[in-house]
């Protein structure tokens, strides 16, 4: 076996149990050693530290095995590993009788650059490291026996395996596949699985508790699931009783099979259901612009940012897109937003989603904080896949409150014309002239500080014209209200002028 020897100081990550060894690390490698091969990992002093998969391709130049420098790396060291990793999920309740399940998630379950994803009797493995490559018939072989499932498929077609040298592979490792197609039911919904051509190894298994959190805050709302996808979230929207679900998503196809998952589920009531085929960056603006109103936007956007080095770029994606969220959601709603780029830390996407709402002038606060599901499992020596830095989806759920556009303040009573509009602090200092056109229309110009009906004589007045624009929301009804148009103060002529939106 060939011998990786470590530079001065840099066996410190090793004695961490951190599993990666970058290029800078290593002084030296002694010994005949192919691509995917175990080697000894020491120190400059010689101390055996681990032993790893050698790769040369890649800045990470090897990735350990095992801590223990003298267990042996053969068949039967994954027929451990893989028993493993299936028992301690077996063990967790809320797992065991799930259809769709993760078995092995890489490096948390000490087997890096493995994944397995359970779908009923078929599990789907994918190999993204040359060391993981290598050991292919011993891992599949592995999971059959852990797992006794009739079919093994593997989707080792990752982007990442060119950085190890390797080339895509896919095919089936056991058995072939079903003439009916592949269906699990998750939390009482039933979602067709597509192994062979969809996204990850065909369903976003690290979603499952959020998509059960959907349906239970979706009842009586209005909800908006924008990348829908195969539309996992909205199902659940519409199992948890929501009166009208708008699904959005780019793909066509996509959107065709979201219709074929809901027609699985005759439990659902279709009229509910709204498909829409559009771009979300640019919908959402349109959202905006005709004064749509939802309870709860649900944003799962795809990785806007594989590394760092992208992560100012993926950072003003989240927030256009949470900014006009924001916008178009009802007082009192909630937004669950998402982020699986591990570019972009918890920490930085928090910062970006509250400064969307400051943009979009809603006070806004954070209910709670989601996480992949428990079959994601996350190796505290590992940062790289730390809730900080995610690699399964971690996100937020905001509530929005009634400041901003005065709509809340507006809200608590009738206006007409014969009234007297008393002035009415709003939550978020903003200030509004507001205005009676007649029994079944209120008209809310927001500025900065009280709300007062149009004619009232106010000290704000002049105040309001230095503010150079603010929005008209009409008042369609009791429950509604939407920007119609714009009104912006011509200082030159002394008077306001009106743009409909």
Not at 200 to 210: A, H, I, M, V
Not at 381 to 400: D, T
Request: net charge positive.
């Amino acid at each position: 076996m060939a011998t990786l020897t470590l530079h001065p100081g840099k066996e410190k990550s090793v004695l961490r149990r951190h599993p990666w060894l970058f290029s800078g690390a290593v002084a030296q490698i002694e010994g005949r050693v192919r691509p995917g091969d175990t080697v000894d990992v020491v120190s400059h002093q010689g101390r055996r530290l681990a032993r790893a998969a050698w790769s040369p391709d890649s800045q990470i130049r090897a990735r350990v095995w095992s801590f223990d420098p003298e267990e042996t790396i053969d068949h039967a060291f994954f027929k451990r590993r893989v028993a493993a990793a299936v028992a301690r999920r077996a063990a967790l309740p809320e797992l065991a009788k799930q259809q769709g399940l993760r078995l092995i998630h890489a490096e948390s379950d000490g087997l890096p650059g493995v994944i397995a994803d359970r779908y009923g009797d078929t599990v789907v493995v994918q190999l993204s490291t040359v060391g993981a490559d290598k050991w292919r018939a011993a891992i599949a072989d592995s999971l059959h026996k852990a797992t006794g499932c009739r079919c093994i498929y593997e989707r080792s077609d990752l982007e990442v395996r060119k950085l190890e040298g390797l080339e895509p592979v896919t095919g089936w490792l056991l058995g072939a596949a079903a003439e009916d197609g592949l269906v699990i039911e998750e939390n009482g919904v039933r979602m067709a699985v597509d192994i062979l051509a969809g996204h990850k190894t065909g369903f976003y298994l690290d979603q499952r508790e959020n998509r059960r959190r959907v349906g239970e805050l979706a009842a009586g709302r209005r909800v908006l699931n924008c990348f829908c996808y195969t539309a996992g979230f909205s199902l659940q929207a519409l199992a948890g009783g929501a009166r009208e679900v708008v699904s959005m998503d780019s793909s066509g196809p996509a959107l065709a099979i979201a219709q074929g998952n809901l027609a699985l589920n005759p439990q659902l009531d279709p009229s509910r259901a709204v498909w829409l085929e559009a771009d979300v960056f640019a919908e959402l603006r349109k959202l905006r612009g005709s004064g749509e109103r939802y309870d709860l936007i649900i944003l799962d956007p795809p990785k806007f940012a594989h590394t760092a080095a992208h992560a100012e770029r993926a950072a003003r994606a989240y927030k256009d897109i949470n900014l006009c969220a924001l916008q178009i959601l009802a007082p009192g709603g909630l937004l669950m937003t998402y982020s699986c780029s591990g570019g972009v830390s918890t920490e930085l996407f928090q910062k970006v989603v509250a400064g969307a709402a400051l943009d979009a002038g809603r006070s806004a606060r954070i209910v709670q904080r989601l996480q992949g599901a428990a079959d994601h499992p996350v190796d505290l020596a590992f940062p790289e896949r730390l809730p900080e830095r995610p690699a399964a989806a971690a996100g937020l759920i905001v509530r929005v409150g009634h400041g901003g556009a005065v709509l809340g303040a507006c809200r608590t009573a009738d206006y007409f014309a014969d009234q007297t509009l008393p002035p009415m602090q709003c939550p978020l200092a903003s200030t509004a002239l507001a205005f009676p056109m007649d029994r079944r229309a209120v008209s809310v110009i927001v500025f900065r500080g009280i709300a007062r009906r149009r004619g009232v004589q106010s000290s704000k007045a002049a105040m309001a014209r230095n503010l150079g624009a603010c929005r008209v929301y009409s008042r369609l009804d009791a429950a509604s209200y939407t920007p119609s148009s714009q009104l912006r103060y011509n200082k030159a002529e002394d008077q306001w002028k009106t743009t409909t939106i």
